[in-house]
C-alpha cells in the first residue's frame, strides 16, 4: 500500500505546489488543525464502537485533492509517529484509506453533482453524498486490506469487508452531515474558499 | 488583525473547544476497525513506543487537564507544521 499510495504523495506534491495560492496556505493549516482536533472527539454509534468525523471530505472541497491528501497525511503522520495511532507498517494503508480515497471520491463525487446540478441544493446533496460514499468506500478498502492481511487476519475478506461497511456507513451519514452543513455555511459567508475549478485534476477540468 | 490572522486564531480557538470536548465527554475511543480485529482474533506487536500512547503522557494518565494541554499544544504544532510544508511548497512553484 506504500507503493500505491507513493504515486498520489509525489503526484498532490507536485500538483499543490502550482494550484495553492496565498489563500489556501492559512486555510490548509487551519483546517489541518481542526481537523486533527476533531478527530479526538468520539461519538458513539453501534456495537459499543465509536466514530470520529475524518474531515477529508470538507478538505477536498476547500483545498482540493492535492492539498487535501498532503493535510491529511500530517493529521495521520502525526498521530501515527507521536501517539500510536495507526501504525507505522500500517501508515501507507491509512493514507490510502483516509487520504486517497477518503479524499479523491468526496471531491469527484461533489464536482460531479456541482457540473449536473449548478443548484444550492445539489451542491449539498453532492457534499453529503461525496462525504458518505467516501466514507463508506475507505472502510471497504480497510476491510480488503484486513481480509487480505491472511498472516495475522484469518478471516475472509467478505467477513472483515461486511463488518467494517456496515459500522461505516452509519460514520458516512454523520460525516455527511456535518459536510453539509459547513459547504453550506461557507456557500454563504465565504464562497471564496469553495474554489473547486481552480483546484481541480486535469481531466475534471481543472489546472 | 488580517484575514489570514484572524482565520488562525478562529482555527486554534475551534480546535481548542474540539480538544476540551474530546477530553472531557468524547474520550472514550472503541474504533471499528480495531474492534473487528480483536473479535476475529488479531493481535498487534507494536514495533514503535510512541512517546504520547494514546494522547496520554506517562504517569498523568486519566488527568483531563494535562490532556487537554497534550491535545491543545500538538495541534498548534499540526497547524504550524501544516504552515510550514504550505510556504515549502509555494517557494518550490515560484522556484520552478
Known amino acids: ?207 | 488583525m488580517t484575514g489570514v490572522k484572524r482565520m488562525l486564531m478562529v482555527g486554534i480557538i475551534l480546535s481548542s473547544f474540539f480538544v476540551v470536548v474530546g477530553a472531557l465527554w468524547l474520550s472514550n475511543s472503541v474504533e471499528t476497525l480495531d474492534q473487528v480485529a480483536e473479535h476475529f482474533g488479531a493481535t498487534d506487536s507494536p514495533m514503535w513506543n510512541p512517546p504520547i500512547p494514546d494522547y496520554e503522557i506517562h504517569g498523568f494518565e486519566g488527568n483531563v487537564m494535562v490532556n487537554i494541554t497534550v491535545g491543545i499544544v500538538f495541534t498548534v504544532i499540526v497547524l504550524v507544521s501544516t504552515f510550514a510544508v504550505g510556504k515549502s511548497l509555494r517557494l518550490l512553484k515560484s522556484r520552478a
Open chain 1, 1 to 207: 500500500m506504500y507503493a500505491a499510495t507513493a504515486v498520489f504523495w509525489v503526484f498532490s506534491f507536485r500538483k499543490a505546489s502550482k494550484v495553492l495560492g496565498d489563500k489556501q496556505i492559512p486555510l490548509m493549516a487551519t483546517l489541518t488543525a481542526m481537523f486533527f482536533a476533531a478527530q479526538m472527539m468520539n461519538y458513539p454509534i453501534i456495537g459499543g464502537t465509536t466514530a470520529h468525523l475524518l474531515g477529508g471530505p470538507i478538505l477536498a472541497m476547500t483545498l482540493g485533492p492535492y492539498a487535501g491528501l498532503i493535510s491529511m497525511t500530517i493529521i495521520l503522520l502525526i498521530q501515527a509517529l507521536l501517539f500510536g495511532d495507526g501504525g507505522i507498517t500500517t501508515f501507507g494503508a491509512n493514507v490510502w484509506n483516509m487520504g486517497v480515497i477518503g479524499v479523491f471520491i468526496p471531491y469527484i463525487v461533489y464536482l460531479l453533482a456541482l457540473r449536473i446540478t449548478k443548484s444550492r441544493s445539489g451542491l449539498l446533496v453532492g457534499a453529503f453524498a461525496g462525504a458518505l460514499i467516501g466514507d463508506v468506500l475507505a472502510a471497504v478498502f480497510a476491510g480488503i486490506e484486513l481480509g487480505l492481511s491472511t498472516l495475522s487476519f484469518p478471516y475472509s475478506v467478505s467477513i472483515a469487508v461486511t463488518a467494517m461497511a456496515t459500522h461505516h456507513v452509519i460514520i458516512g451519514i454523520g460525516e455527511g452531515a456535518v459536510t453539509a452543513i459547513i459547504v453550506s455555511v461557507l456557500q454563504k459567508t465565504r464562497p471564496d474558499l469553495l474554489q473547486l475549478p481552480k483546484l481541480s485534476p486535469g481531466w475534471l477540468g481543472g489546472a
